[in-house]
């Protein structure tokens, strides 16, 4: 585009600002501006510089095929889709308000709004009347009439319904909780082309702002959570004017009982409840493992004190009393002294076998390293080259029946303990010629036996569960009901004893019969059968 200016030519291209190099119109309205209409929106001259509006309405920024001023000063644009009155000053300035900006259509008497790029295709003539040549022919259209041909449109909000069903609008609208989709209908009153009446509605405490001008009659809304909301609505009329007034409803959705805040505190509270109960469960559990440990260290202890008492302090007690024998010997009987004292040395070797023996006890896991039999013939040939001292040890034999099965590796070595101890009181007060050991395997239990041919057990020491002053028997009691294993005592005056120990087979095995990777252990009730 190019211009004349004391006979200078001008040229305005893109650099200078044209929105497009494709003018389609030009008009100069009486202040002086320049008015240019391109495929590309509007501009217009001023003081010799090329401007674009700002914020123009969206059919603006399309094909502008003809533009005229009528005598009220209205600036009449018509583009590919649309017919238009501006107040050009504001849009000039970029401050266009609503009421400044009136769109026409066929319900205003236009044959179309298709705007056709000829010459001159929106005139003004001398009577302020304005001329539109449009796709489907020409129309003329008076200002004077429009102006305030119509008041304000009037809102009023007719129905609340919530998931379709209609609530009263009364004083206090309430809705109920867990209702997803809340509709508004509302009506614009307006004697002058109701049809062109647009609507704006805004919800207090949901919408960031007014809705776009829309000319639907209902406003819906999803999910709405519980509280308090106002809905406001206003219309504007055929000519654009806005009401200034507006109608207003609150209501207030109610909460379901998962969002009311004795909902919320009794869940804060019964978390708070679950963080305590399992902090005292874990407090329990930790106190349980110390209670454990703590009672495995008193056991130890008191099985060391056992040993002990049975061994080296009845050992030394015997002692004393063979050195003083000898001491009264001396003077008138030396060689019985000497044989005493013999004795007495050798009865202080065996002592310093059953500490030693006792001291060993306090290794951990002996017997898991080898198998069950091993473990009780070793234990035996121990015993019995103790008692070669005194030149009476008995006979001793181990026999395995049945097929040979992995055992627990700590139930075997707690089978291996009771089998010992069994071992140590049949070789030290049985006063027996034979002892046999027997070990049994099957599908349904494991079985350890050990007998001799001694003197046999004491009714009354069986009827009460020990000697006094001795832990040998209640402390493989005490073992045998630890892994769940039956324990039973058959024994006769000068015909000797036998014990058995009986232990599940689900609970010996190291693995399940059928194979399976896991076992749940289960643990039987002990059963001791004493005659």
Known sequence: MSSLSNGDWKTYALQEGLPSKNVNCLFEDPSGVLWIGTSKGLALVNSGRIQVPRAPPEALRGQIYGIAIDKHGWLWIATSNHVMSVQPDHLAAGTLEPADVREYGPADGLRSIEGVKRNNSVVADTHGRIWLSMSRGLSVVDPSQLLNSSVPAIAHV???SADGNPI???????????????????????????QRIRFRYFLDGFDPGWSEPVAA??????????????FRVTASNSDGAWNGLETAVSFEVEPAYYQTTWFRASCVIVFLASLWALYQFRVH????????????????????ARELHDTLLQSFQGLMFRFQAARNMLPRRSEEAMQALDGALTRAEQAIAEGRDAIQDLRSEPSAQTDLEHLLKAMGQELASSRDVNGNS?????????????????????????????????FQHAGASQIESEIRYNDRVFRLRIRDDGRGIDPKVLEEGARAGHWGLPGIRERAKRIGARLDFWSEAGAGSEVQLTVPASVASERPRDG????????????????
């Open 158 to 160: 007719e129905v609340i």
């Open 168 to 194: 009263d609008i009364g004083d206090s609208v309430r809705i109920p909780a867990s209702r997803k989709k809340i509709t508004f209908s509302y009506s614009g009153l307006s004697l002058a082309a109701p």
């Open 217 to 230: 009659r209902e406003a819906v809304y999803t999910n709405l959570g519980p509280g308090s909301y106002r």
């Open 285 to 304: 559990q930790l106190a349980r493992q110390f209670n454990v440990g703590l009672e495995a260290r008193v056991s130890e202890r008191t099985r060391i």
């Open 394 to 426: 008995p006979n001793f034999s181990v026999t395995v029946e049945g097929e040979r099965q992995s055992l627990s590796p700590i139930l075997q070595d707690e089978i291996y303990r009771i089998g010992r101890e069994l071992l140590r009181n049949a």
């Open 516 to 531: 399976s990777r896991f076992r749940l252990f289960r643990k039987t009730r002990s059963h001791e059968h004493q005659s």
